[in-house]
């Protein structure tokens, strides 16, 4: 199973982007679709997570501005970023996971600057 990431950019302070990524297959349901992301020099933080059952959690500091979610299927997940701060500016990782079956992306670069 591969990940593909996409939808990251370059925007203003106050814009918006929508990250996806989609499982080249679906050999077994994933049960947790996240999404990470790593500023230069940071460690990689979890940004959000949705589960089978359609439960979405957030970071305290996307919620509010953040929405995750995933498509019918359940190949593809989403993440709708708004009013998008310089803080924000990070390589965006997805991953899936099944028990301890985990699967990652290569991440997208998401750049916040004016």
């Known amino acids: 199973v591969q990940l593909q990431a996409s939808g990251g950019g370059l925007v203003q302070p106050g814009g918006s982007l929508r990250l996806s990524c989609a499982a080249s297959?679906?050999?077994?349901?994933?049960?947790?679709r996240s999404w990470y992301r790593q500023a230069p020099g940071l460690q990689r933080e979890w940004v959000a997570s949705?589960?089978?059952?359609?439960?979405?959690n957030y970071a305290d500091s996307v919620k509010g501005r953040f929405t995750i979610s995933r498509d019918k299927v359940g190949n593809t997940a989403f993440l709708q970023m708004n009013n998008l701060k310089p803080e924000d500016t990070a390589v965006y990782f997805c991953?899936?996971?099944?028990?301890?079956?985990?699967?990652w992306g290569q991440g997208t670069l998401v750049t916040v600057s004016s």
């Open positions: 991953k899936f996971a099944t028990g301890s079956i985990e699967y």
């Open positions: 297959r679906r050999p077994f349901t994933f049960s947790v």
């Open positions: 949705i589960i089978s059952g359609g439960t979405t």
